[in-house]
């Protein structure tokens, strides 16, 4: 069974900076470390995507298309079809006075987001701070790595995937989250720490539109419903001071 657009795949990677060969991105956790790239408390393995779903470069979207299960492929990716090229104009000298208002000390290296883009601190000379907000790989030329680890084929496991996709949580359990398919409803009940133990920056909102984008998109359902359910949980103390009470009643 080959690769097909729309199908769920799950597969390995590493992406590497042609010019210089310095690995930016890996799914192998040995490689991350080499590199001195290694995320805490990242899950290293093969990731779930939708081919053709916009989950990675469009070059990869296109040159896993005819692969099969254990295939491999160098896959070489020029700066206009990753992540184009360097831009002068977003390269911008910020007051000082601006960082100060937002009770920041900028220093060279460091990260920000202003008006929405992300941006690197170059320079700081006097009262104006030199940023670069073109991607960190921008004007690069990038050569990745493939190697197809499963097609996807049982519709609750290709759920579960895009739950793992677009959740990330090191302590998801998918083996704990319920999928109820009623004709052309899905209904998904995530597990107790994704569901109420989520990162600070994750928009959990974000997150279930894009799963639910995802089957919309690729499976043949038209409803997509998250389930909460709340129940109240007695400590054990609680418990203790209730039988207390009903004996000193008796």
């Known amino acids: 069974m080959t690769i097909e657009n729309g199908d769920f795949i799950k597969l390995e990677f590493t992406g590497k900076i042609k010019e210089t060969g310095d690995v930016f991105d890996t799914t192998n956790e040995e490689v991350a470390n080499e590199a001195g790239i290694l995320v805490e408390n990242k899950e290293y393995g093969p990731i779930p995507i939708?081919?053709?779903?916009?989950?990675?470069?469009?070059?990869?979207?296109?040159?896993?298309?005819?692969?099969?299960?254990?295939?491999?492929?160098?896959?070489?990716?020029?700066?206009?079809?990753?992540?184009?090229?360097?831009?002068?104009?977003?390269?911008?000298?910020?007051?000082?006075?601006?960082?100060?208002k937002q009770g920041m000390t900028p220093h060279v290296g460091m990260e920000l987001t202003a008006e929405g883009q992300k941006g690197r601190v170059?320079?700081?000379?006097?009262?104006?701070?030199?940023?670069?907000f073109n991607h960190d790989l921008a004007g690069k030329t990038l050569e990745y790595s493939v190697v197809i680890s499963k097609i996807i084929e049982d519709d609750e496991e290709k759920i579960k995937s895009?739950?793992?996709?677009?959740?990330?949580?090191?302590?998801?359990?998918?083996?704990?989250?319920?999928?109820?398919?009623?004709?052309?409803?899905?209904?998904?009940?995530l597990d107790e720490?994704?569901?109420?133990?989520?990162?600070?920056?994750?928009?959990?909102?974000?997150?279930?539109?894009?799963?639910?984008?995802?089957?919309?998109?690729?499976?043949?359902?038209?409803?997509?419903?998250?389930?909460?359910?709340?129940?109240?949980?007695?400590?054990?103390?609680e418990e203790q001071d209730s039988d207390i009470k009903e004996e000193n009643e008796e």
């Open 162 to 189: 895009m739950i793992q996709l677009h959740y990330s949580y090191p302590n998801m359990d998918l083996d704990k989250t319920e999928i109820k398919i009623d004709g052309d409803k899905v209904s998904i009940k």
């Open 122 to 132: 170059l320079t700081i000379n006097g009262g104006r701070i030199k940023v670069d």
């Open 50 to 100: 939708v081919v053709g779903g916009n989950h990675l470069l469009k070059a990869i979207d296109e040159a896993v298309i005819g692969m099969d299960v254990g295939d491999s492929k160098e896959i070489e990716v020029s700066p206009e079809d990753g992540f184009g090229q360097r831009d002068s104009n977003l390269i911008q000298l910020i007051p000082m006075k601006e960082f100060k």
């Open 193 to 237: 720490i994704t569901r109420f133990d989520q990162k600070p920056y994750m928009d959990v909102t974000f997150a279930r539109f894009r799963i639910a984008k995802d089957i919309w998109d690729n499976m043949e359902f038209e409803k997509v419903e998250f389930v909460d359910e709340f129940e109240k949980k007695i400590e054990e103390g």
